[in-house]
């Protein structure tokens, strides 16, 4: 369990102190693909959490959506439609639901050792 928190502080500290730039004609991609690697994350925190997390699992759904948001993205930049805002609706959707999902199995861990 270490080892995911020590690469996201590695990832954290790289992000905020580097000077690297995304054109702002990547923003959609950029957003939407942040929001799919955090809805995969999350998810895998729930399985863990769960105790039915499997690894392939978590890989192909992380890239999975990453593909799938950025192909939506693409689709919707070519035929002049947003279809982003899908994605978006989607997976933040899914972010909460995760989050009040990993909310009460911690709430249900900790008050049940008492």
Do not use: C
Not at 3 to 29: D, M
Not at 30 to 56: C, K, M, Q
């Amino acid at each position: 369990m270490l080892l995911p928190i020590l690469g996201l502080l590695v990832g954290l500290t790289l992000g905020w102190t580097s000077t690297i730039s995304v054109p702002l004609q990547y923003a959609h991609y950029l957003s939407i693909a942040l929001l799919a690697a955090l809805d995969s994350i999350f998810g895998g925190v729930r399985a863990y959490l769960e105790e039915n997390y499997d690894n392939y699992v978590f890989m192909s759904g992380f890239f999975g959506n990453i593909i799938l948001a950025a192909l939506l993205v693409n689709l919707g930049e070519r035929f002049g439609v947003d279809l982003y805002l899908a994605a978006i609706f989607a997976f933040g959707v899914r972010l909460f639901q995760n989050l009040a999902i990993m909310r009460r199995i911690l709430l249900n861990k900790f008050f049940s050792k008492k």
